[in-house]
């Protein structure tokens, strides 16, 4: 029998634009990179689809009007900004050479660390109704809604795409093994959105200090296509790019999740070209020893 090899999804865009000189602050954090240096952007998703990403995620982590506004403009400019931003990083991720995917990145409104923040519905329900239409006018059909930690926010953003020809993977982040990070359970929240259209479940942006017992419970409850991709920090959230584990934990700990056969894999904040590298290496590795 031959064993399948996971989708290679890519690694961080923030952390390689930080390693080729760009500098970022919070609220925007990358995403004024798509109008100051798109060529940039463009070359690091060149970069990760030569090295054998399947997919590469477009840099709209943080393209959105609500962003924009907290970084001191007024809503009108916001949003045009907002645009603006989304709009370069797509045509940044079309531009990239060879047979590749395309995943539209969406997150949460507010900071995803903090679930607590989120806004409510009827500000969700214009928020994601935005970004998905405009990412489908744009050419993306397969949404990579990530580091979702609320599960009221989750759904809505879930409502919106039900009935858009799309394809959708949904990437959790957790507070520990078996809890959202809104404190609801993990069990109950998939439960929930087995319901709708999603494609595939992932976890992303937990760290390598974990022992992953959080895929165990994806797999028997989902059932369908999953994946992982974790940064490489050794705590959660704080100084994710100064203290990350050692080449030694980081192989061990993707060889240990190859083990549990993920559908999807790739790496989230702190990795980097290398790091994408090193794991292609260990998946290859592993599928030819496992076949």
Not at 257 to 265: A, F, Q
């Amino acid at each position: 029998m031959i064993i399948k090899k996971p989708i290679l999804l890519d690694g961080a865009m923030g952390t390689e634009l930080i390693a080729r000189g760009e500098k970022f602050t919070l609220p925007l954090w990358s995403a004024e990179a798509n109008l100051s240096n798109p060529s940039l952007v463009t070359n690091i998703h060149q970069n990760y689809a030569d090295e054998g990403a399947d997919i590469i995620t477009t840099n709209t982590f943080r393209s959105t009007a609500w962003t924009y506004e907290k970084s001191g403009l007024d809503s009108k400019n916001a949003k045009e900004r907002a645009d603006r931003s989304l709009m370069a990083a797509v045509d940044c991720a079309q531009k990239v050479r060879g047979e590749i995917k395309i995943a539209g990145s969406i997150t949460t409104i507010d900071d995803c660390y903090q679930p607590k923040r989120y806004p409510g519905d009827n500000i969700a329900y214009d928020h994601y109704g935005h970004l998905v239409d405009k990412l489908l006018e744009l050419g993306i059909n397969l949404f990579l809604i990530e580091t979702m930690g609320n599960l009221d926010e989750i759904e809505v953003a879930l409502d919106i795409l039900h009935n858009k020809e799309a394809e959708i993977f949904l990437s959790l982040i957790l507070k520990d093994s078996k809890t959202l990070l809104d404190g609801n359970c993990l069990f109950d929240v998939i439960k929930i959105i087995r319901s709708k259209k999603v494609n595939s479940l992932l976890n992303n942006c937990n760290n390598f200090n974990t022992k992953f017992e959080e895929l165990q419970t994806i797999q028997d409850e989902w059932g369908g296509s999953w994946g992982i991709y974790p940064n490489l920090g050794i705590t959660n959230y704080d100084d994710l790019y100064l203290k990350r584990v050692s080449q030694i934990k980081f192989e061990q700990k993707m060889r240990y999740i190859l083990v549990k056969k993920p559908d999807i894999i790739g790496l989230c904040c702190g990795s980097n070209i290398n790091d994408f590298k090193i794991l292609k290496k260990i998946v290859e590795e592993y599928y030819e020893a496992e076949n």
